[in-house]
């Protein structure tokens, strides 16, 4: 009689060298984070609709699609009539459409800086969020509204005819009902207290307050304008610096009234690390929050993603290309 195979049990087949090569041991890493919170103004679902219906109903259709006629369709055609198809998207009417309108990350970033913006829309699905951080801090920073709007390039690719990461309203007040509903929804998004730009967007928006009655003008509680600029104009200067030589240094520090010994560095407690500095006025010194430490591990699905990426662009090819060739045999 032939002699049955042995089989393993299973602590054997643990320690056999087949299970040791597929095991992957996960990698921890210990890495430093910041303490504070991102702000991430996302609106609800309910939002998201009545936003979506005034966009739809306000803004303009800025570019006309055209259909990718083939060249051996094309050029049946005469060139009379080929003129007003290219015609359709003609630049000068593309610029008055888009007044009071700012797209793209790189023109709402210089519009924000010339404070000549009402508001901002951001879509959920950007990646990576890095792109339009900066956008939220400066609209935080300048007390204009921003809100993340999902599938907000679906939304403009349908009404404007063509899609965009963020889209920025002027002060030209165009649009009114669009600016009045993002101020409502708006106002049930603040900003957080953990936020790393909360204590200057607290300060702006105190200094933001002016009363211009002159009964008030002895409260020292009330900020006006005019005190805060001044009448001395030779001290205004200009914000580039230039040096006459090179052994001449382009910016010298003021000397400080301070003495140096006085400069101390105080831990007031495990959470915050603070640096004080004991001037005349004994104002508040400033607080730093640590750093703080976060265990992360490497992404088991990193590799189905990609794949899943592949097929569908894979897809996406195959109905583009029955598509075209449905349009030809039509014609």
């Given at each position: 009689m032939a002699k049955e195979a042995p089989v393993l049990t299973k602590a054997q087949q643990k320690n056999s060298l087949r299970a040791k090569k597929t095991k992957t041991k996960a990698v921890v890493r210990n890495v430093l984070a910041s303490p504070y919170s991102k702000y991430w103004p996302k609106i609800t679902a309910e939002e998201a609709t009545t936003l979506r219906e005034i966009l739809t109903n306000n803004l303009p259709k800025i570019v006309v699609s055209m259909e990718k006629i083939p060249w051996k369709e094309y050029k049946k055609i005469s060139k009379s009539k080929r003129k007003p198809q290219n015609q359709k998207?003609?630049?000068?009417?593309?610029?008055?459409k888009k007044q009071g309108l700012i797209f793209g990350v790189n023109d709402v970033t210089k519009a924000l800086e010339k404070a000549s913006v009402a508001s901002v829309l951001i879509t959920e699905d950007v990646q990576p969020r890095?792109?339009?951080e900066h956008l939220i801090e400066q609209s935080v920073l300048t007390l204009t509204p921003i809100l993340v709007v999902p599938k907000l390039r679906e939304i403009l690719k349908t009404v404007c005819g063509f899609s965009s990461i963020t889209i920025a309203f002027t002060k030209l007040k165009k649009y009114p009902m669009i600016q009045q509903v993002i101020e409502n929804i708006y106002k049930n998004h603040p900003v957080p207290r953990n936020y790393i730009h909360f204590q200057k967007y607290l300060d702006t928006v105190n200094s933001s307050i002016i009363?211009?009655?002159?009964?008030?003008?002895?409260?020292?509680?009330?900020?006006?304008?005019?005190?805060?600029?001044?009448?001395?104009?030779?001290?205004?200067?200009?914000?580039?610096?230039?040096?006459?030589?090179?052994?001449?240094?382009?910016?010298?520090?003021?000397?400080?009234?301070?003495?140096?010994?006085?400069?101390?560095?105080?831990?007031?407690?495990?959470?915050?690390?603070?640096?004080?500095?004991?001037?005349?006025?004994?104002?508040?010194?400033?607080?730093?929050?640590?750093?703080?430490?976060k265990k992360t591990k490497g992404d088991?699905?990193?590799?189905?993603?990609?794949?899943?990426?592949?097929?569908?662009?894979?897809?996406?090819?195959?109905?583009?290309k029955v598509k075209k060739k449905g349009f030809i045999n039509n014609t």
């Amino acid at each position: 009689m032939a002699k049955e195979a042995p089989v393993l049990t299973k602590a054997q087949q643990k320690n056999s060298l087949r299970a040791k090569k597929t095991k992957t041991k996960a990698v921890v890493r210990n890495v430093l984070a910041s303490p504070y919170s991102k702000y991430w103004p996302k609106i609800t679902a309910e939002e998201a609709t009545t936003l979506r219906e005034i966009l739809t109903n306000n803004l303009p259709k800025i570019v006309v699609s055209m259909e990718k006629i083939p060249w051996k369709e094309y050029k049946k055609i005469s060139k009379s009539k080929r003129k007003p198809q290219n015609q359709k998207n003609d630049q000068e009417l593309i610029a008055e459409k888009k007044q009071g309108l700012i797209f793209g990350v790189n023109d709402v970033t210089k519009a924000l800086e010339k404070a000549s913006v009402a508001s901002v829309l951001i879509t959920e699905d950007v990646q990576p969020r890095l792109m339009v951080e900066h956008l939220i801090e400066q609209s935080v920073l300048t007390l204009t509204p921003i809100l993340v709007v999902p599938k907000l390039r679906e939304i403009l690719k349908t009404v404007c005819g063509f899609s965009s990461i963020t889209i920025a309203f002027t002060k030209l007040k165009k649009y009114p009902m669009i600016q009045q509903v993002i101020e409502n929804i708006y106002k049930n998004h603040p900003v957080p207290r953990n936020y790393i730009h909360f204590q200057k967007y607290l300060d702006t928006v105190n200094s933001s307050i002016i009363v211009i009655d002159d009964t008030l003008r002895d409260d020292d509680s009330v900020i006006y304008l005019d005190d805060t600029i001044g009448n001395d104009e030779s001290k205004i200067k200009s914000f580039y610096l230039y040096r006459d030589s090179k052994q001449q240094r382009a910016f010298v520090p003021e000397k400080s009234s301070v003495p140096l010994e006085k400069h101390t560095f105080q831990s007031n407690s495990e959470d915050f690390v603070a640096f004080n500095v004991d001037n005349v006025n004994n104002e508040m010194p400033m607080q730093y929050e640590c750093l703080k430490v976060k265990k992360t591990k490497g992404d088991s699905n990193r590799n189905k993603r990609k794949l899943d990426v592949i097929k569908t662009k894979k897809k996406g090819n195959k109905i583009s290309k029955v598509k075209k060739k449905g349009f030809i045999n039509n014609t």
